[in-house]
């Protein structure tokens, strides 16, 4: 949970306006402009490309349109770059774009006479498109552009790359027409407020407008969407079409969907406004406590952490001595007694040294059948997870409906995701989340050690302060979560977090702002969502080193929200 930040602020925020996805990628083009690169969709193997020491090539599956698309794999010593020298018009704006799956995936162009540019994604397991632009200089004829991953991470794969902007001479471009209508939509999980829609990519695609009963409600530049704000029990119609520089495809044909009764989740015997607490199983200069001793406030207490162990997937845990438990018979006691006061005690996987790896069914299911045997053996009520260093969204929400089968309705699932995992519903937190948001209890996001980043409403907000708070947690409201599956993520004092710590006052602000329209600063939401879980703070620990003041201030406000 405490964990410093290895990325640069600003470059946070740049990477976060490209994954957030809300707004055009393109602008209109002129009738001139062609995509200059040349097998853009790698459909001649890597003819016009140069791979870095034969470390590219072309693989027939995945591909995000067409037959094939680049492969590339990276080494402990090399990026696997794959780049291009298209000719361009001196002067002139260029849009660079294409699909992009894998980790650490970065697209980018150099020579441009100007300023080279570049973005870049943190991965996902599905496509996801990349997109920037860049100015040529009075003198420039010729722009590299590239792709690469990162050193020693896994593969990552690319596709339909375009460079639209006036034609530079170098032939071979293709004219951009207006694209075909989208196939396969179809309506997946429904909640009682949103409903996810998917459907087939459409080759030449930029993006893709939704339209729900007849009205367009949305604008996304990949396959899917979650449709949110609906009311419960409802049906409702929806169409979708893909659109690009050239123009709108018709619409595609109808689906209907029916929004559920109630809100979703799991975690049966937690509050309907519930506080969550880390406690540390180890001893960090913060006041060490056994489970008895966390206060009242707390009605959901994260055990922190589980251990890896040598197979993948598989979780164990150990109580640390220096926690001061004569037995583990004494800690199971305390779980117990908890309970009977009606907490849930869940057991935390991951944090800032968590190394636990869940990409494969294997490991999936070693996940789900050691968390499930801890959870007999000492009582815990559920999982929390908290992987600060990369999570595949396929398996770990096959391990988590996994787990749940075997635990059943009362599960108790918790995430604290960083500031960065939440910014788009295409990125592998946001999108286990709404996976599992038929078992998830809270997303207690991390809204600390973070820098700045965008709000739902496209602008940037620096941490510690309200807005912050409000304008971050608009997107997970916004994006497909029940507002019962949303809470605020604070450090306790000071010394809990590197960065980002707000006095409990602001927290009590913001809640009211989400949950009542009162006490906002400058961003204040469309609407209120009286439903919001609560809060969380890392950690009891640091809470009962700074006398407790965070709980006894946040605790009453989150118990007395509406």
Known sequence: MDRARRWIEGALAVTAAAALGVTALATTAQAADINVAKNAGFESDLSNWTCSAGTGSVVGSPVHSGARALKGTPTAQDTAQCSQAVAVKPNSTYTLSSWVQGSYVYLGASGTGTTDVSTWTPGSSGWQQLSTTFTTGANTTSVTVYTHGWYGQSAYYADDVSVLGPDGGGGGGDPVVIPAVPAGLAAGTTTSSSVDLSWNPVSGATGYNVYRDGSKVASVSGASATATGLAAATSYSFQVSATNSAGESAKSAAVTAKTATSGGGGGGTVPKHAVTGYWQNFNNGATVQKLRDVPSQYDIIAVSFADATSTPGQISFTLDPAVGYASAADFKADIAAKQAAGKSVILSVGGEKGS???????????????????????????????????????????????????????????????????????????????????????????????????????????????????????????????????????????????????????????LDCLTRGTGCGSFKPARTYPGLRGAMTWSTNWDATAGNAWSNSVGPKVHSLP
Do not use: W
């Open 356 to 510: 636990v790896s869940v990409n494969s069914d294997a490991s999936a299911t070693a996940f789900a059948d050691s968390a499930y045997s801890l959870m007999q053996q000492y009582g815990f009520d559920g999982v929390d997870i908290d992987l600060e260093n990369g999570l595949n969204s396929t398996y770990m929400s096959k391990a988590l409906h996994q787990l749940s089968a075997k635990a059943g309705a009362k599960l108790v699932l918790t995430m604290a995701p960083q500031t960065i995992d939440m910014q788009s519903t295409s990125g592998e937190y946001f999108k286990t989340a709404l996976n599992v948001k038929d078992i998830l209890t809270v997303v207690n996001m991390q809204y600390y050690n973070s820098g700045s980043m965008l709000g739902c409403d496209g602008k940037v907000y620096s941490q510690g302060s309200v807005d912050f708070l409000t304008a971050l947690a608009c997107i997970q409201l916004e994006g497909g979560l029940d507002p019962s599956q949303v809470g605020l993520g604070v450090p306790a004092s000071t010394r809990g977090a590197g960065s980002g710590y707000v006095d409990p006052s602001v927290v009590n602000n913001a």
